[in-house]
T-cell receptor, first 114, second 114 residues
Framework: AQSVSQHNHHVILSEAASLELGCNYS??????LFWYVQYPGQHLQLLLK??????LVKGIKGFEAEFIKSKFSFNLRKPSVQWSDTAEYFC????????????FGKGTKLSVIP | DAGVIQSPRHEVTEMGQEVTLRCKPI?????LFWYRQTMMRGLELLIY????????DSGMPEDRFSAKMPNASFSTLKIQPSEPRDSAVYFC????????????FGSGTRLTVV
């Protein structure tokens, strides 16, 4: 079954710094990928998703992600982070027979220092 | 649409007691998922339903856990008897079709078993 790995457990940045969070998926073929964000004490919200087509996907709040098939990667980026971006970020991929369920990575906690 | 609605938001109970968590999915969504989130294990899929029928419950940790979906607008997750290691945030999510379309999560129930 498909899986994703997020190598950064905790990232600390100052405001206005650029962000890149890594996500690698386990094997090739047709793949759909997601990034979710969880603000402190809240539920997961969809940030962006990739189905096909343009490998550069734009999401909400200025986030984007690039699908690089040769690297099995779907890294999340933002040119300039704000304190309000402090949250935990999860990469996810459909998995299981029939791809009915999402498997989430362990998450990367982002702390933005004002 | 009010989104996925979970209740209660917080539950504190004593070890050995029965706990029932509730979820109302988004109207028209065919799939409903129960996840558990802990610091140690991250997000784990417990069970999911398609059109009110349980499809995969392999993630349910043990027989103390049970889930039902008596109709398209309501699901419960029951733990009986509860144990301290069940303390976690339990999320319900729903999806209109396959996971390829992403989930909408509820706000979660934070369960503390003392």
């Amino acid at each position: 079954a498909q899986s994703v790995s997020q190598h950064n457990h905790h990232v600390i940045l100052s405001e206005a710094a650029s962000l890149e969070l890594g996500c690698n998926y386990s094997y090739g073929g047709t793949v759909n990928l997601f990034w979710y964000v969880q603000y402190p004490g809240q539920h997961l919200q969809l940030l962006l998703k990739y189905f096909s087509g343009d490998p550069l996907v734009k999401g909400i709040k200025g986030f984007e992600a690039e699908f690089i098939k040769s690297k099995f990667s779907f890294n999340l980026r933002k040119p300039s982070v704000q304190w309000s971006d402090t949250a935990e970020y999860f990469c996810a991929v459909p998995s299981g027979a029939g791809s009915y369920q999402l498997t989430f990575g362990k998450g990367t906690k982002l702390s933005v220092i004002p | 649409d009010a989104g996925v609605i979970q209740s209660p938001r917080h539950e504190v109970t004593e070890m050995g007691q029965e706990v029932t968590l509730r979820c109302k999915p988004i109207s028209g969504h065919d799939y409903l998922f129960w996840y558990r989130q802990t610091m140690m294990r991250g997000l784990e899929l417990l069970i999911y339903f398609n059109n009110n029928v349980p499809i995969d419950d392999s993630g349910m940790p043990e027989d103390r856990f049970s889930a039902k979906m008596p109709n398209a607008s309501f699901s419960t997750l029951k733990i009986q008897p509860s144990e301290p290691r069940d303390s976690a945030v339990y999320f319900c999510a729903s999806s209109p079709q396959l996971a390829n379309y992403g989930y909408t999560f509820g706000s979660g129930t934070r369960l503390t078993v003392v």
